[in-house]
């Protein structure tokens, strides 16, 4: 029987198994936390404490008015030392709260279960999903509860639980579905009654057999919700690709998952919303995998929102002598990262450090014309001219051959023998359109 799937896509070496039999452990406490602002699609949000302040865990510290935006809270008790300008993970500027834990961990006022989930109507859920601050945590890191409201005329049919976890390396999300199968059930029918869907599925890739079987067994007795297998194939866990794969829905071109009556999570996303309404935590810690060879003792680890990927490598034993290069997020769609002084955010599922031996370190080449990077892409565009206009800020050719469609999943620059760096390139083009739509 053949496996549900989307055209075109990927099939790069996957390197799970350095951490996928690896069981979740806690990171030691940091000496210090910074706490990024921008930790979101949208408006960052503005410190509500200051230098000297003493905080608690969970404690609201930062929070903005803008609907697209969601708080951020204190992952450890301890005082405030300074309010600083650091780099996110893409480079770019945004304050954040340095907070020195203390070995108190205070737990803030409110922190409280909310009661029976048969008991909060879908507007309560959304509020303790905004409270709470959760975003996507599958590395799009987009506002819970405003994907959670539904705009007017539009229904949702399907939740569709991302179970993917396609980018090669990591391997936090299939770690949840062994360790935490009832919280990822529970936040999924938070999930589907804060949206009003009948059905839910959740969607695995066939290299996590064992998922999928705890997760089958965890859904027997749940009424509308089922499990789906993929095939192993990138970009799987991209929202069109998934869409397509288990529903044989097309995401119509510039328009959203709602369109056709489907809103997709995180698996990791879901269990923070569980935790949020069976015990009040809002999102102050989560599991990323640090991995690669390049790492001594790659593993799956719990740890605060702000601890640095200095502390991260330290758990890991430390980085091996010919450590290279240091990507926060896996290998397709993460980020290089220029020192060890970056901090975990929401949306951090792992911290991939590479060897001169893996990687391509050959300068790009001409293009040959193989058309290997139009077989592979799964929006079905042509990378080798997007890439070409952007280089030549051609604004028009750009538009027409619709670069805001491409996904970002880097299966171009993957594929291209010449080593161009397509996806790199087409970013880069799809600012400047952005960027000029505006101005007009
Ligand atoms: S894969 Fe690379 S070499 Fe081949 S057509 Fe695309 S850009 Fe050119
Ligand atoms: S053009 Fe965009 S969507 Fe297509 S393969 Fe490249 S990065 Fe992916």
């Given at each position: 029987m053949s496996l549900l799937t989307f055209k075109q896509g990927i099939h790069p070496d996957?390197?799970?198994?350095?951490?996928?039999?690896k069981p979740f452990k806690k990171a030691a406490r940091p000496e210090m936390l910074t706490i990024l602002m921008?930790?979101?699609?949208?408006a960052p949000c503005k410190p509500l404490v200051k230098k000297g302040d003493h905080v608690d865990l969970g404690q609201k510290i930062a929070d903005s008015d803008s609907f697209v935006s969601a708080p951020i809270h204190a992952s450890?008790?301890?005082?405030?030392k300074e309010i600083k300008k650091v780099l996110t993970a893409d480079g770019r500027q945004c304050d954040a709260v340095v907070i020195e834990p203390d070995?108190?961990?205070w737990l803030a006022e409110g922190i409280v279960p909310y009661g029976a989930l048969e008991d909060l109507s879908p507007e309560s859920i959304r509020k303790i999903v905004r409270d709470a601050g959760?975003?996507?945590?599958?590395?799009?890191?987009?506002?819970t509860h405003v994907k959670l409201t539904i705009p007017e005329g539009k229904k949702a049919e399907y939740l569709v639980l991302n179970?993917?976890?396609?980018?090669?390396?990591?391997t936090v999300d299939h770690r949840m579905m062994l360790e935490r199968p009832d919280a990822v059930v529970y936040g999924m029918k938070a999930l589907m009654k804060a949206i009003g869907a009948r059905k839910g599925i959740i969607a695995i890739d066939d290299n996590k057999p064992d998922a999928v079987k705890v997760m089958e067994e965890s859904v027997?007795?749940?009424?509308g919700i089922e499990v789906k297998v993929m095939e192993?194939?990138?970009?799987?866990?991209g929202e069109k690709m998934l869409i397509k794969a288990v529903l044989d829905r097309e995401v119509p071109m510039?328009?959203?998952p709602i369109d056709i009556g489907v809103v997709v999570n995180n698996i990791s996303t879901a269990v923070a919303v569980a935790d949020a309404i069976?015990?009040?935590?809002?999102?102050?810690e989560r599991t990323v995998t640090v991995t690669g060879?390049?790492?001594?003792e790659p593993l799956n680890l719990i740890c605060p929102?702000?601890?640095?990927v200095r502390d991260l490598i330290a758990e890991a034993g430390g980085l091996t002598d010919d450590a290279v290069k240091v990507i926060m997020?896996?290998?397709?769609?993460g980020f290089a990262q220029p020192s060890l002084d970056s901090y975990v955010v929401k949306g951090t599922s792992g911290i991939l450090v590479l060897t001169e031996e893996e990687l391509d370190l050959n300068p790009p080449r001409p293009?040959?014309?193989?058309a290997r990077c139009v077989d592979v892409c799964p929006q079905f565009l042509l990378p080798l001219n997007l890439a070409r206009y952007a280089e030549h800020g051609m604004l028009e050719e750009m538009e027409r051959y619709r670069?805001?469609?491409?996904?970002?999943?880097g299966s171009c620059s993957y594929i291209c023998p010449a080593n161009r760096p397509l996806m790199q390139y087409i970013k880069l083009g799809k600012a400047e359109v952005m960027a000029n739509r505006r101005n007009q």
């Amino acid at each position: 029987m053949s496996l549900l799937t989307f055209k075109q896509g990927i099939h790069p070496d996957y390197n799970k198994n350095l951490t996928s039999d690896k069981p979740f452990k806690k990171a030691a406490r940091p000496e210090m936390l910074t706490i990024l602002m921008q930790q979101h699609i949208g408006a960052p949000c503005k410190p509500l404490v200051k230098k000297g302040d003493h905080v608690d865990l969970g404690q609201k510290i930062a929070d903005s008015d803008s609907f697209v935006s969601a708080p951020i809270h204190a992952s450890a008790s301890g005082s405030v030392k300074e309010i600083k300008k650091v780099l996110t993970a893409d480079g770019r500027q945004c304050d954040a709260v340095v907070i020195e834990p203390d070995d108190e961990d205070w737990l803030a006022e409110g922190i409280v279960p909310y009661g029976a989930l048969e008991d909060l109507s879908p507007e309560s859920i959304r509020k303790i999903v905004r409270d709470a601050g959760i975003v996507g945590m599958g590395g799009a890191m987009f506002p819970t509860h405003v994907k959670l409201t539904i705009p007017e005329g539009k229904k949702a049919e399907y939740l569709v639980l991302n179970g993917a976890e396609c980018e090669p390396y990591l391997t936090v999300d299939h770690r949840m579905m062994l360790e935490r199968p009832d919280a990822v059930v529970y936040g999924m029918k938070a999930l589907m009654k804060a949206i009003g869907a009948r059905k839910g599925i959740i969607a695995i890739d066939d290299n996590k057999p064992d998922a999928v079987k705890v997760m089958e067994e965890s859904v027997l007795s749940e009424e509308g919700i089922e499990v789906k297998v993929m095939e192993t194939k990138y970009p799987q866990g991209g929202e069109k690709m998934l869409i397509k794969a288990v529903l044989d829905r097309e995401v119509p071109m510039g328009g959203l998952p709602i369109d056709i009556g489907v809103v997709v999570n995180n698996i990791s996303t879901a269990v923070a919303v569980a935790d949020a309404i069976t015990k009040g935590m809002p999102l102050v810690e989560r599991t990323v995998t640090v991995t690669g060879r390049g790492v001594r003792e790659p593993l799956n680890l719990i740890c605060p929102i702000g601890i640095s990927v200095r502390d991260l490598i330290a758990e890991a034993g430390g980085l091996t002598d010919d450590a290279v290069k240091v990507i926060m997020g896996g290998p397709m769609t993460g980020f290089a990262q220029p020192s060890l002084d970056s901090y975990v955010v929401k949306g951090t599922s792992g911290i991939l450090v590479l060897t001169e031996e893996e990687l391509d370190l050959n300068p790009p080449r001409p293009c040959i014309r193989c058309a290997r990077c139009v077989d592979v892409c799964p929006q079905f565009l042509l990378p080798l001219n997007l890439a070409r206009y952007a280089e030549h800020g051609m604004l028009e050719e750009m538009e027409r051959y619709r670069i805001l469609n491409c996904i970002e999943c880097g299966s171009c620059s993957y594929i291209c023998p010449a080593n161009r760096p397509l996806m790199q390139y087409i970013k880069l083009g799809k600012a400047e359109v952005m960027a000029n739509r505006r101005n007009q």
